[in-house]
């Protein structure tokens, strides 16, 4: 068998290779070789063989079958065979493989060994791939050469007991005496490397934390003479003394002194000494002083110290390498919370900093910017911001996005202010921004009711430009749809007022319906918002017809809104604008509570209850509150019902905690989750079945009765408990109309004794038609609690054959059963 | 703690990888050319610090990297290490080669691959720094090396012949022997006897 080659030529050979495949024949080819030279036992060319072996398997190529093979050098005498045999065990073998344990027994032995190098071999491997079974053998080794007098081992075995101490935490306790006299020692690889095996300690235990605080002095000490020691030809890096050394004892300085009075005490000078002696114009310097700073951070240093490493970190900034840059931005980042004053002073500097094209830096001013945003700094932040917003990589503009609107809401200064930020943001960064943002956002704009005509304006003016964005399409869609009627008024007091028609706003969002460019989720709002002018606008039958037309439509949510909105125009008509009316005041539940908000949509009511407090300028003066309080007997208080007109801010939602579960206003709405649509249809149908409304003449066996008659008016009343409150009485009314002239403007009120608490739901409509040709309804809701007869003083107001008519009765034939 | 140390080329090939946590084979690989990917895109003059790619361990470790002229220089640390510190350790680290291969360049690493390991051990052990003084690590170096050769025994002959004429310090001769002048300058030459 011809001698195998050498790594060199082999080395050779792969190089020559012009392509993949020709290298990996090559590297099979050698493979094929070493396998069957490893079987013939060659002793003499192992070591080549295995280092050949070494180089395939850094190319990327398996090796696994050396590994035997490395065991074997292990154990032979020379130091060649050895030195491969260890590399080739911290390549290729690891705990994972039962092999390595055969290795411990040569590891005891070399740990023993009469040369130096062949302990100093076996430390390494040891400290880098032993496994927890052979680091619980070998401690007590390790613990040995930790206190020979041997430098060269000593540091090695320190470090050797970091990696037992990893492994095997146990085993800390062994180690402990040894270190007794570690920091005496003049040689610094040996200082190095027992800080770093002090430092382990000191992280993975407290009492042994508390048990080296003993040593601060030393440290200080050590620091000191490394500073003042002057020129020392063998530690100098760049004109200083062992910087690596300086920056371990700073770090092992800042364990031992946080949290900790008196050890902070003592270092206080040193630090300050450091932080001003050190040179910076080189990097070693500038390492230094970077650790100095997290140091003084971190432990319980006086005022005017952590004021200079700020004021270092503020330098850092300014200086041209990056990498100096980089660690000032980190660096603040960890201490602005703890010392806000003294980081704004560097506000500038840092905003500055988002002009980097360093992408790392970037990052980070961003992250640093918006901690430092406050009430004061808000606009002029806010404009950098948003400068950087426009001009920076996708990869940041979520995170912005997201920032900015975290800002925006704790420190607006006005309510104008936010909603213009918010559109700024939607405009340029509008598919960037998080999912939970839309709804936040329809919940603020409904929350500020004086900026609804200039927030429509704007959303339909961003609208008209660009239909890409989707958040951005579908908060414009949900504005337009609630308030349409404000737009096409043409009353804005913040701006000028734009001329829209009707028509022109109904294309718009039939373009949305078309366009490739909405997804389904924007299109259902959309279709939403088409139905919703149903009731603000006048030409109805543009809007039935878009409506019908999705009917058909292939998407399924689409499908569903259409058809019941179909619904709604042909048997429901009378419920429409009682569905389709204003939202009311969503109350935030959470800050981030986005999804409390979606609930809401489709329900509308349960939280709303809380916000009791409709905006006061746009409502009609007797409000719902008026409901309970009734004069008793002869005084007819006029009751408030929903008008038909689309006041803001429905009455409906204060009254529902009387109604209960039956919840008839439950708004269509742009529910953004797919989910509450799905229950919509079974609520609609809920609120149908529970509330008999025609001709069907109420179950619960009460016997239906004659209110009034008179002048060819007719008004029924039907009844009907409601079920989970016997005290409440649901009535219906129905008013028709025999004579041949409709009446129209039709108001009905009613008034009830002290002790009852009526309720007054939206009449169907306010045109009694004539010849009996349809009926007006209306649902009162009476809670007698105390179970008195039910008496009832009603006025009715209408306009009949153009003369205006106003009547009042009393009612008191109620049945029995409808009180009791 | 140190994860890992990489030295690869401007088109990717390793030259030396070491890792101080185990990974198989393949995710070493992949682990070689996702470092390159994120690396080889850096701009010259943006920061040498950089989140780690997913493989390593994602935005808890760094990658800390310099170029020198066709070698990346690639350590990858966690937070218990000092940034800056780490990037005099790789300047500290290339002089040593240089020291030992003399003007080092990339041939060097490709043919030397396990004498830059032995180098390496004697600096970072166990992903922790063992030793910063160039001239110490080269005194151990050397001295291995050293027991390496005795114990090479014939077929190292001819490696110690050409170092022999490397240490060799021949006088220097004469440039310049002035005829003119009566007093030739006659420097002063070794004794061979």
Not at chain 1, 148 to 171: F, G, M, W
Request: with cysteine; proline share 5%.
């Amino acid at each position: 068998m011809p001698a195998p080659i050498r790594l060199r030529e082999l080395i050779r050979t792969i190089r020559t290779a012009r392509t993949q495949a020709e290298e990996r024949e090559m590297i099979q080819k050698e493979c094929a070789a070493i396998r069957s030279s490893f079987r013939e036992e060659d002793n003499t060319y192992r070591c080549r063989n295995v280092a050949k072996l070494l180089y395939m398997h850094m190319l990327g190529y398996p090796a696994h079958f050396g590994q035997l093979e490395c065991l074997k050098l292990i154990a032979s005498q020379k130091f060649t065979d050895k030195r491969i045999g260890y590399l080739g065990a911290m390549l290729l073998l690891d705990e994972r493989q039962d092999v390595h344990l055969l290795m411990t027994n040569c590891i005891k032995n070399d740990l023993n060994h009469s040369t130096q190098y062949v302990q100093g071999l076996a430390l390494c491997t040891l400290g880098c791939m032993g496994s927890s079974e052979m680091c619980r053998d070998l401690a007590g080794e390790v613990e040995k050469l930790l206190k020979t007098s041997n430098s060269y081992l000593r540091k090695k075995a320190a470090l050797c007991a970091v990696h037992v101490i990893r492994k095997v935490p146990e085993l800390m306790e062994m180690f402990l005496p040894a270190t007794k006299n570690l920091l005496s020692e003049k040689n610094h690889g040996v200082l190095h490397t027992s800080v770093v095996l002090l430092t382990e300690m000191c992280e993975r235990s407290p009492d042994m934390l508390a048990h080296f605080r003993k040593l601060v002095p030393q440290l200080v000490r050590i620091l000191k003479n490394l500073i003042m020691s002057g020129y020392s030809p063998e530690h100098d890096v760049s004109g200083i003394s062992d910087p690596f050394l300086q920056v371990r004892i700073l770090r092992l300085l800042r364990i031992l002194g946080k949290g900790d009075d008196d050890s902070s005490e003592a270092m206080n000078d040193i630090l300050a000494q450091v932080a001003t002696n050190t040179e910076t114009s080189k990097n070693v310097g500038n390492a230094i002083l970077y650790e100095t700073v997290l140091t003084i951070m971190d432990i319980k240093s006086e005022s005017g110290l952590r004021v200079l490493a700020i004021n270092i970190l503020g330098r850092f900034l300014l200086n041209n390498d990056k990498n100096i840059r980089y660690v000032a931005l980190t660096s603040l980042l960890k201490t602005v919370q703890t010392d806000h004053n003294a980081v704004q002073r560097h506000r500038s500097t840092i905003v500055d900093c988002l002009k980097d094209l360093d992408v790392s830096i970037k990052r980070r001013a961003m992250e640093l910017s918006f901690a430092l945003v406050n009430g004061n700094n808000i606009r002029g932040m806010m404009k950098e911001l948003l400068y950087f917003l426009d001009s920076c990589d996708p990869e940041f503009k979520a995170d912005c996005a997201s920032g900015v609107f975290l800002a925006a809401e704790k420190y607006a200064p006005s309510k104008r202010w936010h909603i213009d930020t918010i559109m700024r943001v939607l405009t340029t960064a509008g598919s960037y921004v998080r999912d939970d943002s839309v709804p936040n956002l329809i919940q603020l704009i409904t929350n500020s009711v004086e900026m609804h005509a200039y927030t429509v304006q704007r959303l339909y003016k961003a609208l008209l430009d660009d239909i890409s964005q989707q958040p951005l399409v579908q908060v414009a869609s949900w504005c337009i749809g609630e308030y349409g009627d404000l737009l096409v008024s043409g009353q804005c007091e913040e701006e000028e007022p734009i001329q829209v028609t009707e028509d022109e706003v109904l294309d718009v969002l039939e373009g949305l319906l078309v366009s490739n460019l909405s997804t389904p989720v924007t299109r259902g709002y959309a279709l939403t918002a088409i139905m919703k002018l149903s009731t603000r606008f006048t030409s109805v039958n543009r809007i039935k017809k878009v409506v019908s037309i999705y009917g058909s439509s292939i998407d399924v949510e689409l499908q569903q809104r259409a058809v019941e909105y179909n619904a709604l125009f042909k048997k429901y008509d009378h419920m429409r604008p009682a569905l389709l009316e204003r939202m009311p005041i969503m109350e935030k539940t959470a800050s981030n509570g986005p999804t409390e908000i979606v609930q809401t949509n489709g329900e509308t009511e349960p939280s709303v209850v809380e916000a009791k407090h409709p905006p006061p300028v746009t409502q009609p003066t007797n409000q719902a509150n008026d409901l309970l309080d009734l004069l008793g007997g002869n005084d007819v208080v006029p009751v408030i019902q929903n008008t038909v007109s689309t006041k803001p801010a429905s009455a409906g939602g204060e009254l529902l905690d009387l109604l209960g579960d039956l919840s008839l206003s439950g708004g269509t709405s742009p529910a953004p989750a797919p989910s509450v649509p799905t229950s919509q249809p079974s609520f609609f149908l809920d609120g149908l079945t529970s509330q008999p409304l025609f001709n069907d003449i109420a179950a619960a066996g009460i016997p239906p009765m004659t209110a009034y008659n008179k002048n060819g008016l007719k008004i029924d009343f039907t009844f009907e408990r409601a079920n989970p409150n016997p005290n409440i009485a649901v009535i219906t009314i129905h008013a028709s109309n025999s004579t041949e002239a409709d009446m129209t403007d039709f108001v009905f009120q009613a008034a009830v004794p002290k002790t009852f608490q009526l309720q007054l739901l939206s009449p169907s409509s306010n045109v009694v038609p004539a010849l009996n040709q349809g009926t007006v309804t209306q649902v009162i809701r009476v809670l007698n609690p105390q179970k008195q007869q039910l008496r009832m003083r009603i006025k009715l107001t209408y306009t009949h054959k153009g003369s205006a008519v106003q009547d009042l009765a009393e009612v008191n034939n109620f049945p029995p059963q409808s009180w009791q | 703690m140190i994860k890992a140390i990489l030295i690869f080329n401007n088109h990717g090939k390793p030259r030396l990888s070491k890792f101080y946590e185990h990974y198989n084979e393949d995710t070493e690989q992949q682990i070689i050319r996702e470092t390159f990917h994120l690396v080889s895109k850096r701009d010259e003059n943006v920061c040498n610090f950089l989140e780690g790619g997913m493989l390593i361990g994602g935005s808890d470790y760094k990658l800390i990297y310099r170029h020198y002229a066709t070698l990346y220089f690639v350590f990858c640390v966690d937070s218990s290490e000092s940034e800056l510190g780490i990037l005099d350790l790789i300047q500290v680290f290339v002089e040593t080669l240089d020291k030992c291969f003399e003007n080092v360049c990339e041939l060097d690493l490709i043919f030397h691959v396990d004498k830059v390991h032995n180098i390496l051990a004697e600096m970072v052990m166990g992903g922790m720094v063992l030793e910063t003084n160039m001239n110490e690590i080269i005194t151990q170096v050397d001295a291995q090396n050293k027991m390496e050769k005795s114990e090479a025994g014939i077929a190292g002959a001819p490696a110690r012949a050409v170092s022999a004429v490397k240490n060799m310090n021949l006088p220097e001769m004469p440039r310049n022997i002035n005829i003119g002048d009566i007093s030739i300058k006659v420097p002063n030459l070794p004794s061979f006897k």
